[in-house]
């Protein structure tokens, strides 16, 4: 275990230093996706300032699920994201077998040896908006609101992570997973807003089949005392159980999945 | 001793899904879909010794890769068994793939942007070859593949004969006991083919490492391996020492006979005529063991015989034969 | 030329139905999301800015459906593949100049968007659940012009922002920049009228405003006919001011290829 643990962090060294020979074009990327992220927000900013809230959710409010929205983002699909997006390609090619001939766990390998630091603009742009929010709003702050806020955040990201694992994993049995992934990104779209203003069908799917409810709305209303639809009081709880119990599904789906492709062959 | 590795009655079927061409087509498909079977590899078995060298030949298409996978542990087989080292490679993923080292020819392992040492590096890590081990390994093949110019170079300024002596060195690092390569001579020139081809044999030969070799070009063969196997169509063809190929495949031989003029009738038993002009006659006859000087002897004493040309097909023409009748039946 | 290309790129479009129906589905939700976010923000008020729910409920249908910024992505991820390739070189020595054909090729995906997506969509849901119609025959003529001066724009912007990947940042960097510009200023998401004030009037003036703002001010009859003509002319302009930019922009950039050696 031990000897795994050096490996993925010697993977991690191997993966930054590659990256930062084009150190130049980092930080370039870096604001460029910012930038991408602060014209969606500004529209959105438009509609608050114009209407005073939007679903019952003033201005720093927004702010706050917009902010951890992209922070937990980043951070989940950081470790996921670009290394497994292109599933069906290295399926097809072939790559995906190269990691089976050897004594490692493929998953781990991909995750650690492709871990993306690209996503330091969304990093950036989430902290600004939650340092700007979280003093701006009438939180009862504790050790155990803190506490909260931290797991609920790590919840978040596991979560990422785990969906875009289980979305990847999909490539292995069908040999296409783009498509899923569209349909993904499209929900992930949906969370950055309040929930209740989506009628309840669809405030039920994204607390269920797809959970990414639980990406940002759950844990900031929890946070806020605002309320959550089917999950009432157990919304903290729930905020911050979404992460692991997704992280399960994932481990068993990748498993299934890789089972299937070595009896079906890619 | 035990064979090394076993293919027992193994199978192996995809199903295929089958799409349409054109617009008209696409729309079409837009609202069927089926699949079709495919038999990649078809009730082949065999067994390989410790320490033997086989090349795994066939045309595209005939199930090589397939084959490679289910010995690697990357595919299961549909029917039959497969066993390498005493156990299921695919069951026993990760204890099996510390033993055998793999090379893809067109799929590299190496790290693109950093230099090459720290590939190696990553490999030592990977497989979790003690220090001393390592750097004796390391050493040992960087002389015997002459790899000691570029060992700190970026992987991507080598040229793609360094990168193919890199990737067998390093897959071998491990001192695993079976070397597995897919297509390893591809795509190279000639002499860093021969190079590949005589470190292959030499390690085989003087370190006893079983080889698994698929190519389609037979001189690798030739050069590193002493048995073929060769697949077609997912079907066993040949199995056995490259010198009975002829015989398997009833390859025969072309008797060219040139005169200064037109001898009239010319005949030779258990050949057959294929070709003749004014002052040439052509024969191909079996694999039987005549000799040259037999068959003039056999031939009379046809008036103005000036040339005689025996020529026996080398296994790129046998094979090409094969290939062409099954094409044409 | 321009056919074939644009029939290849059609063609293309329609060969994997799993990718047209997951569009299919991606924009409705799209709607969906923009038509949740209006009915929330307007509660119970039936007209804002003398705008009804109704009226945003169709602006959001048909700027989603007919005014993506698909396009314009794809553009510049394939000039900046293109570039990265080397590809771009073989381009040169080709009979048709590269951003035309990089126009012919979007003219076939983006007409295959709209014809198997983006109007499928709105019949279903002007069946459904209605949708306001045009203000007038001639606002929806002008609403049709402004369409294709629509269309023409996102993927002038496109080519614009792909040409740049030659001489400044890498395509991916521009892609962004691309999109947070054409997020915050087409209008597609939040209609101008809606902008404070003195933001909205500078916006109004911008090429990326006629992406979706303007068509469909035009359609909702914000603008009187006279007005139309007026957007329609300012769009057209702009157009031009973007073909001479990229006209521009692709001979120095040919210039730099030729230098360079390829």
């Keep these: 275990m031990r000897e795994t643990l050096s490996l993925m962090w010697f993977l991690v060294q191997l993966r930054v230093r590659t990256r930062l020979e084009y150190r130049a074009g980092l930080v370039v990327a870096w604001l460029a996706q910012a930038f991408g992220y602060t014209g969606v927000f500004a529209s959105i900013w438009v509609i608050v300032a114009r209407f005073e809230h939007i679903g019952g959710w003033t201005w720093p409010e927004v702010a706050l699920l917009l902010g951890f929205h992209v922070l937990s983002y980043a951070i989940g699909a950081s470790l996921t994201f670009v290394q497994l997006r292109n599933m069906e390609d290295q399926v097809r090619q072939g790559t995906f077998d190269v990691l089976l001939v050897r004594p490692i766990n493929p998953w781990a390998y991909l995750c650690f040896s492709g871990i993306n630091i690209e996503y330091g603009g969304h990093v950036a742009l989430g902290l600004v908006l939650l340092a700007w929010s979280l003093p701006q709003l009438a939180i009862d702050w504790s050790w155990l609101t803190v506490l909260q806020l931290l797991l609920s955040f790590l919840s978040s990201a596991i979560l990422t992570g785990a969906i875009i694992t289980m979305v990847a994993a999909t490539a292995l049995i069908l040999g296409r997973s783009r498509y899923l992934f569209g349909i993904y990104f499209s929900f992930w779209e949906l969370a950055r807003y309040p929930l209740p203003i989506f009628g309840a069908p669809l405030q039920a799917l994204l607390l269920t089949v797809v959970p990414l409810g639980f990406m940002a709305y759950v844990p900031v209303a929890a946070l806020l005392g605002k309320p959550v639809p089917f999950l009432g009081d157990y919304a903290g709880l729930g905020a911050i159980l979404a992460g692991p119990l997704a992280a399960l599904a994932a481990i068993w789906f990748w498993r299934f999945c890789l089972q299937r492709y070595q009896g079906a062959g890619g | 001793m035990s064979p090394i590795i076993v293919a027992d009655h193994v199978s192996k079927t995809f199903q295929q899904r089958v799409r349409a061409k054109g617009t008209m087509g696409g729309l079409r498909s837009f609202f069927s879909r089926h699949t079709v079977p495919v038999h990649a590899v078809a009730d082949i078995s065999f067994a390989i010794a410790p320490g033997e060298a086989v090349g795994y030949l066939g045309p595209n298409g005939a199930g090589k890769s397939t084959m490679i996978k289910m010995m690697t542990g990357i595919l299961v087989p549909t029917t039959g068994q497969v066993e390498v080292l005493g156990v299921s490679p695919h069951a026993e993923r990760v204890s099996n793939a510390r033993q055998i080292g793999v090379v893809f020819g067109q799929r590299s392992q190496l790290w693109w942007d950093l230099p090459l040492s720290e590939s190696f590096e990553l490999h030592r890590r990977i497989y979790r070859i003690e220090q001393a081990r390592f750097d004796h390994n390391r050493a040992e093949m960087l002389a015997m593949l002459d790899m000691a110019s570029f060992i700190d170079r970026p992987v991507r300024q080598l040229s793609l004969g360094q990168r193919m002596r890199a990737e067998i060195a390093m897959a071998l690092m491990h001192d695993p006991k079976i070397l597995f390569l897919d297509e390893p001579t591809i795509g190279l020139d000639v002499v860093a083919k021969d190079a590949v081809r005589r470190f292959l044999a030499q390690i085989n030969r003087e370190r006893g490492v079983t080889i698994i070799l698929t190519t389609h070009d037979l001189q690798d063969i030739e050069h590193i391996c002493p048995r073929l196997i060769m697949v077609d169509d997912g079907r066993l063809l040949f199995d056995g020492p490259l010198a009975q190929l002829h015989a398997a495949f009833g390859a025969r031989r072309r008797l060219t006979l040139e005169f200064a003029e037109d001898p009239g009738p010319v005949m030779l038993s258990g050949a057959e005529m294929v070709g003749a002009s004014p002052v040439m006659r052509e024969f191909l006859l079996p694999d039987d063991g005549r000799s040259l000087v037999d068959l003039i002897a056999q031939l009379g004493n046809p008036p103005g015989l000036r040339d005689i040309e025996l020529h026996r097909p080398d296994i790129e023409e046998v094979i090409r034969t094969h290939y062409q009748s099954r094409q044409a039946s | ?262």
């Design chain 3, 1 to 262: 030329m321009f056919l074939a290309f644009a029939i290849s790129a059609f063609r293309t479009r329609i060969a994997y139905r799993s990718q047209v129906w997951a569009l299919l589905f991606g924009v409705a939700l799209e709607i969906f999301a923009r038509v949740s976010i209006w009915t929330a923000v307007y509660g119970g008020n039936s007209v804002i800015n003398g705008v009804s729910l109704w009226q945003m409920v169709t602006y959001s249908v048909l700027a989603v459906a007919l005014f993506s910024d698909w396009d314009s992505i794809e553009l510049v991820r394939d000039v900046g593949a293109s570039i990265r390739s080397g590809d771009i070189v073989n381009q040169l020595l080709k009979p048709y100049a590269y951003p035309a054909s990089l126009f012919a090729r979007t003219v076939g995906s983006k007409l295959s968007q709209v014809l198997l997506i983006g109007l499928p969509l709105i019949a279903v849901i002007a069946f459904a659940f209605g949708l306001v119609p045009p203000a007038s025959l001639g606002h929806a003529l002008f609403f049709a012009l402004l369409c294709l001066v629509s269309a023409a724009m996102i993927m002038a912007v496109g080519i614009v922002f792909g040409l740049l990947s030659f001489w400044v940042l890498d395509a991916h960097a521009l892609e962004w920049f691309m999109r947070g510009f054409v997020a915050f200023l087409s209008g597609g998401f939040v209609p101008l009228w809606f902008f404070p004030p003195a933001l909205s009037q500078i916006v109004a003036l911008l090429p990326f405003s006629w992406i979706a703002y303007h068509p469909m001010a035009v359609y909702l009859g914000q603008v009187d006919l006279a007005g139309a003509g007026l957007t329609l002319l300012g769009g057209l302009a702009w157009l031009a001011v973007m073909v001479g930019v990229i006209g521009w922009l692709w001979s120095r950039t040919t210039g730099r290829l030729v230098v360079q050696g390829g």
